[in-house]
């Protein structure tokens, strides 16, 4: 069931805006998120360079996108990650620190008074503090972990800021280094979605040779304070470089140009967000409401707010593009209309007046569909939404992907478009607090079952049986519309054929004439169905709603959480696989300017 239209959370931090307070309620701009990772040694001569270089790119990354927020994401190890923070704060941005294990474990590594006090210096100064869970040990279950395994922990620290982050600024010397958790193995893991000697190898996944849009890495080359600390030969100290794994171009001074794609598109995002922020709030369809908020895991306010303005925005430009085609359409109809009468019926200019100006009608609609990218959005917002409302559910349910690297928004659309990557932008975002303070809840997995899956009339469950069988209704009409349509036409000319001569001019012209309209209100109603993709949304509701009928009766089969968790660990994956084709099947279906000169 639905709930009803509300008024969108509020929290203290806002981390989609970068400000305090309720003012930022209105705001959905998608943060951009950098987050750092660098050495502990740093060279006291090297670190007002540095400095400038940390500033020079944040100042950069503000004037390229001003209607986003710049957020940087760090650990608060000693060193490069306090030198990167402290720029952050004294320049304005807002700082979310991610400390490697709780925090009283982590303190032990701070054994200086002076360093200790900076660091919780630095902690009362961030926006956002989250203390990543201890890491089980591989020989004993979750349940028995009390040792902390360090190593582990850096390693989950630098899996975590690599996955929530948009850009990786790395503090580095360049130099290759074997210590689980370092430097230079969370450089790797960002390229490579690998990390030795924690979780496993990217090579076990097909994603592993697919474009990425989450490896874009900000060198800065520093010294390290040790022998042999100077950086990697060809590496010059406070050299500045864009580094990813393109093959031809590794390094750059400006930021490749896929990658300025992916963040001008969620940009793009939080723009139309932004200026539909008053209706989005009183009109959007939340996953959950005010009173469910406190019962279940953190962070799902997050994941359902950017939900509900995707979900919306959805909506909008899908009605703007409907409403093209339906323009469209009435303009190829009428111009076929005139262009009868003028041949068949009465021979004045002003049919001839009638048809230029229909066809520049439907251009002109046609063009202002296209200038706005309404096809596109409402295609990409109702993936994002989709993508969402799994990460939403699968939160809720606690349900997680089974490896220590991976988190919702890690498999959706990798294997399509690389340029589809902005919505994965957007949900690393959007999915940031669950992740880090993921919890299991019973009561989430029961809330996840009956609202996601339900039942004939309510979840998606019902949403699919509803939709399938009104696209069926619609396809019956347009069936009905052909065959209407054929049988008038054979009447017609049956009579033409068999009585022939012996039908008079005044009553054969506008035989001939109905027979003309006929068939092209048939032609014109078969090209809406197939710019609607009328008969594959058929299959596609049927098939979705065949996929949740059987999760629901397997949920109910089995009485063990762990299962039903499993069950809705595969419902997920084959909704975000769907989803992923229906986007690929949809956009090549808006109507352009040559597909009206074929219609007419």
């Given at each position: ?539 596609q509701y049927e098939f979705m709603g065949r996929i949740f009928s059987n999760a629901r009766r397997r949920i109910d089969s089995v009485v063990d959480d762990v299962a039903r968790r499993g069950v809705l660990k595969s419902l997920g994956d084959a909704a975000l696989e769907e989803h992923a084709q229906w986007i690929l099947m949809h956009r090549e279906r808006s109507v352009g300017q040559e597909d009206i000169v074929r219609l007419g």
């Amino acid at each position: 069931m639905n709930p009803t239209p509300r008024q969108a959370l509020a929290t203290n931090f806002d981390p989609w805006s970068g400000s305090q307070g309720v003012g930022a309620r209105a705001e959905f701009a998608v943060p951009l998120v950098v987050a750092v990772t660098g050495h502990r040694d740093l060279v006291a001569g090297e670190v007002p360079g540095i400095r400038a270089r940390v500033r020079a790119l944040i100042d950069g990354l503000r004037d390229a996108y001003p209607n986003r927020a710049i957020v940087l994401m760090s650990a608060l190890a000693e060193g490069a990650d306090r030198l990167v923070a402290e720029e952050a704060l004294d320049i304005g941005i807002p700082l979310v620190a991610v400390l490697p294990m709780p925090r009283e474990q982590y303190l032990q590594d701070f054994t200086a008074p002076a360093s200790r006090a900076e660091f919780d210096r630095l902690c009362a100064a961030a926006a956002d503090v989250f203390e990543l869970p201890l890491v089980p040990p591989r020989d004993r279950p979750a349940a028995g972990a009390t040792q902390v395994n360090r190593e582990a922990q850096y390693a989950q620290c630098g899996v975590f800021l690599c996955a929530h982050c948009h850009i990786l600024l790395a503090l580095w010397d360049g130099k290759a280094s074997p210590r689980v958790g370092g430097t230079s193995q969370v450089v790797h893991f960002h390229h490579h979605d690998f990390m030795p000697g924690y979780g496993a190898p990217a090579s076990a996944s097909r994603l592993a040779l697919t474009d990425d849009e989450s490896d874009l890495v900000y060198h800065v080359v520093c010294s390290r304070d040790r022998p042999d600390g100077a950086p990697a030969e060809a590496l010059q100290p406070l050299e500045v470089s864009w580094f990813t794994t393109d093959e031809q171009e590794p390094r750059t001074s400006s930021m490749p140009a896929r990658y300025r794609r992916v963040f001008e598109r969620a940009s793009e995002f939080g723009e139309d967000a932004a200026r539909h922020a008053p209706e989005i709030e009183r009109g959007c369809y939340p996953l959950l409401t005010d009173a469910q908020v406190p019962n279940l895991p953190l962070g799902l306010s997050d994941i359902n707010r950017v939900f509900c303005a995707a979900d919306w925005l959805a909506g909008h430009y899908q009605k703007r593009f409907i409403f093209t085609l339906r323009v469209s359409h009435l303009c190829v109809f009428l111009t076929g209309l005139a262009y009868i009468s003028y041949t068949d019926f009465y021979s004045t200019r002003l049919f001839l007046f009638m048809v230029l100006a229909l066809m520049l009608a439907a251009s002109g609609i046609n063009r202002v569909s296209r200038r706005g990218a309404w096809h596109r959005k409402y295609l990409d917002y109702r993936t994002l939404a989709e993508g969402l409302r799994v990460q939403f559910y699968w939160a809720a349910a606690g349900v997680t992907s089974g490896s220590l690297t991976k988190f919702a928004h890690d498999n959706f659309l990798q294997m399509q478009d690389p340029e589809l990557g902005w919505i994965r932008n957007v949900m690393r975002v959007a999915g940031t607090e669950y992740d880090a303070r993921r919890g299991v809840d019973p009561g989430g997995l029961r809330f996840a079952i009956d609202e996601w899956i339900g039942d004939e009339r309510s979840g998606q469950l019902g949403y699919f049986r509803r939709r399938a069988a009104e696209r069926m209704r619609r396809r019956e009409t347009t069936n009905s519309i052909a065959r209407g349509g054929i049988w008038a036409s054979t009447a017609a000319l049956a009579v033409l054929m068999f009585v022939g001569a012996g039908v008079p001019d005044e009553v054969q012209n506008p035989l001939v004439y109905g027979m003309g309209c006929v068939l092209l209100a048939v032609g014109v109603r078969q090209s809406y169905a197939k710019g609607t993709a009328e008969a594959e949304l058929i299959k596609q509701y049927e098939f979705m709603g065949r996929i949740f009928s059987n999760a629901r009766r397997r949920i109910d089969s089995v009485v063990d959480d762990v299962a039903r968790r499993g069950v809705l660990k595969s419902l997920g994956d084959a909704a975000l696989e769907e989803h992923a084709q229906w986007i690929l099947m949809h956009r090549e279906r808006s109507v352009g300017q040559e597909d009206i000169v074929r219609l007419g």
